[in-house]
């Protein structure tokens, strides 16, 4: 991917990125970008928002708002049942539609490996088309694009002042993925055996190791899973990706019928274009996974609990 990067990061490159700030040593201080989305709609007094680190201070540097410029990445995920990737994919296209003018959208196909389908435009019928012409086929591979999707998006804002945000949009199976999640009975003779009662351990130990990995990243993420499963692999596998999308700021739904498609991909663009992102400079002293709190005024908002400052860097 690393060619179309540069071809991703393009869009971006044209909006105007601010001089860094100065830290007490006379370097540029540590940028952090915390998302949030107050409860009510309306207009919010940008200099009322607090944020503290650790309980300290955090100076605010800049708030993005619902009228600055956007950028969404959607991954596409989608190797089953056509009768629910349809509405997703009509639902998903009326959401763009609707999306202001100003917002950039790049789509990706995820399943057996991250390829890019569009870099991000504002051409909403270049998306359609794109959209329109996903192939089904192949092996989930969500788990697996999260961090080079988040890699870039961070990238991406570091770069330019505008928001981003990924929106994941998946029908995939924990026993589809070519990494085999079932835990085998060991001993198929012991009824003991710990092997038989926990049979979602493999998958659990994956969400938590993607968990690790992705708590330096900073880009809101969105996970609108298409298609329940009720079995112990799956319900491990689902509760995952909702926790993972907790810890980034983000949103998830899990649609299990079909009727309920079109609202979950409607209340998580809604949910994206209502974002606020609230870029602070780190003070110094802290702990480098400092406890995070955003507030309006006395009131505190919905936000991250924690942020890992020892980022990895492509």
């Known amino acids: 991917m690393r060619r179309r990067d540069l071809l991703l990061a393009a869009p971006a490159a044209a909006l105007a990125r601010p ?6 040593a006379g370097g540029p201080a540590r940028l952090v970008r915390l998302y949030v989305r107050p409860a009510s709609e309306g207009a919010i007094d940008v200099k009322t928002f607090g944020v503290t680190l650790d309980k300290a201070p955090a100076k605010v540097v800049r708030v993005l708002t619902p009228e600055d410029p956007q950028m969404i ?22 959401e763009l539609e609707r999306l202001p003018a100003s917002t950039y959208v790049g789509l990706m196909r995820a399943q057996d490996g991250l ?42 804002a570091r770069k330019a002042q ?26 198929s003779s012991d009824p003991h055996d710990l092997s038989r009662q926990f049979p979602e351990a493999l998958i659990q130990e994956k969400i938590s190791k993607i968990q690790g990995t992705l708590a ?25 990706l909702e926790q ?15 009727a309920e498609i079109p609202e979950a991909i409607q209340r998580a663009v809604r949910a994206i274009v209502s974002e606020y992102a609230v870029i602070v400079a780190a003070p110094g002293g802290i702990s480098p996974t400092p406890a995070v709190q955003v507030s309006i005024g006395d009131a505190p908002l919905g936000c991250r609990a924690r942020i890992n400052l020892q980022e990895k860097r492509p």
Do not use: M, W
Request: charged letters at 25%.
């Open 19 to 24: 001089a860094a700030k100065t830290g007490s």
């Open 73 to 94: 990445l959607i991954a596409l995920d989608l190797v089953g049942d056509l009768g629910a990737i349809e509405p997703a994919e009509q639902a998903l296209n009326a």
């Open 216 to 240: 330096t990243r900073q880009t809101p993420l969105h996970i609108v899973h298409i298609a329940y499963r009720g079995d112990r692999l799956n319900e491990a596998y689902q509760n995952g």
């Open 244 to 258: 993972i999308t907790g810890r980034l700021s983000g949103t998830s739904a899990l649609c299990r019928a079909r």
């Open 162 to 187: 505008v928001r981003l945000s990924i929106l994941c949009i998946t029908d995939g199976s924990a026993a589809d993925y070519r990494e085999d999640f079932s835990n085998p009975v060991i001993n």
């Open 115 to 156: 390829t890019v389908l569009l870099d991000p435009t504002k051409d909403r019928t270049a998306a359609s088309e794109a959209i329109r012409n996903l192939t089904i086929s192949g092996r989930p591979g969500l788990l697996e694009a999260l961090d080079p999707l988040e890699k870039l998006a961070d990238a991406i």
